[in-house]
Structures are given as C-alpha cells and as structure tokens.
C-alpha cells in the first residue's frame, strides 16, 4: 500500500485565513489545532515565497513523505518569521526512535504533544495529529472539502467528535446482535423465534449474544436454563408485551 504526502502544516484557522485568497488551496483539519496544506503543482512552484509568508504569524512545516510497501522516505522543514530555521531534515533510515524521524521533530517543534506514557504510538507525533489517516492528495482534498462549511477549528472539532461518538455507539449496538465465534448456545434461531414468537432478524442475534455472554460468564447452560434465561431477558426487552399482545389479538 502507498503513501504520498507532499504539504504545509501549522495552525488550522491561519492556514485555511491564507488559502481562502488562493485558487486551488484548501485545508484539511488535523488533531491538535493543526491543519494541513496540500501542496498542489502551482504551489509547489511557489513554495519558498509560500512558506515565507505562511510562517510571518507563527510556525509553519513543510512536510513529505513517500511509502511502498513498508519502504519510503520522509522530509521536513520549520519555518518562522519569513526563514528557514530547521531542516530541512531527511531519512529512509527508521531504525531510530520514532520522535527523531524528521516530519515528528518537525511537528513536536509546532507544540505538538504526545498523550502520554502507555498510549499506543505515545512517541509518534505522525499518527497522534492524524497525519495516517489520509494516503494521498486525493484524500487530503475530500478531507478538506468535508471540513470546508466549519467555521473554524472548533466547529470542525465539535462536529468530528460527535460524529465519532455516533459510530462508536453504532458499533457497539452491531456487536450486540452479531454472534461470537465458537461460543455455543443450546437453542438456534428457529428455537429462539418460536419461544419468543418473534420473526428471524437482528433481534435473534441479540438473544444468541445474549446466551452466549451467559456461557462465558456462568459456563454451558442446558436448554432448559437457557429457554428460561431468554424469557427474563426478551421480559426485560418489552419482547413480552409484544408476544401477548399478538395472543390477546388473536
């Protein structure tokens, strides 16, 4: 798989303030505070004039990256008040420790911070702002238009956490109906739906994980455990009301 990155990164709300005169520039918001400034072939050609006028309120990288297959090289500058104060630094060497490689120096000089100690990748600034999260300029650029009606960082911000914290529950609701692997149940889905006089669908995965969860929890139960283990759970899902309200109606 491949990774191609070729950009500017600073502050968000600065970043996308400049792009907004430029024809072609967008900005796509990273974790932080950080944006991103995908360079495209016009401002590429015009980089060094760029990077000088983007680092006159504050510090700015120019970073890039090329990976195949787990091979590749990285690159990374720091500009402040108009000059070049670092780099640029490069490497194909990533033997050393992650906070050394040249775009983590690079983005720990803009303030970055890690999490902490015991976080995954605690030492690689790289994938804590999110610079993993898009491949190539292609997705930079739908990044950046998804963000493009936010009117700062932090309506972006607002926004992306709400939107994770929606698919984690979605999430966590598909693992309640999806059964676990080798964990058996003494009663099917045929079994469940005429105990429970309900239709097969996501509500029988929800009785299976829920035989299941009582497998690992107590150990194998017999049909008769279970049968009555399913009627105080479907009780406690209005599954009952339901079933008698069919009898009442019939």
Not at 65 to 83: C, I, L, M, N, P
């Amino acid at each position: 798989m491949s990774y191609e990155l070729d950009a500017v990164v600073g502050e968000f709300d600065r970043l996308r303030s400049w792009a907004e005169g430029v024809p072609g520039a967008v900005v796509a918001p990273l974790g932080q505070r950080l944006g991103l400034l995908q360079l495209s072939a016009d401002l590429r050609g015009d980089l060094p004039r760029i990077l000088g006028d983007l680092s006159q309120a504050g510090q700015v990288a120019h970073v890039a990256a090329d990976f195949w297959g787990g091979d590749g090289e990285q690159t990374a500058a720091v500009w402040r008040a108009g000059v070049q104060e670092w780099g640029p630094v490069h490497t194909s060497d990533f033997g050393e420790p992650r906070e050394s490689w040249p775009i983590n120096a690079a983005l720990a000089r803009l303030g970055a911070a890690p999490p902490g100690p015991g976080a995954p990748d605690h030492h690689d600034l790289f994938v804590e702002v999110g610079l993993g999260r898009r491949r190539d300029e292609e997705d930079w650029r739908g990044a950046a238009l998804k963000a493009s009606d936010a009117a700062d960082y932090d309506e972006w911000h607002a926004r992306d956490q709400a939107e994770r914290e929606s698919e984690q529950r979605a999430a966590a609701e598909r693992a309640l109906h999806e059964r676990l692997p080798d964990i058996p149940v003494p009663l099917n889905g045929k079994d469940i739906s005429a105990l429970l006089d309900i239709p097969e669908g996501r509500t029988i995965g929800a009785a299976i994980r829920h035989l299941q969860q009582l497998h690992i929890d107590h150990g194998p139960q017999s049909r008769e455990a279970a049968e009555t283990a399913l009627r105080v759970w479907a009780a406690g899902q209005g599954l009952r009301s339901v079933a008698a309200g069919r009898a009442e109606g019939a």
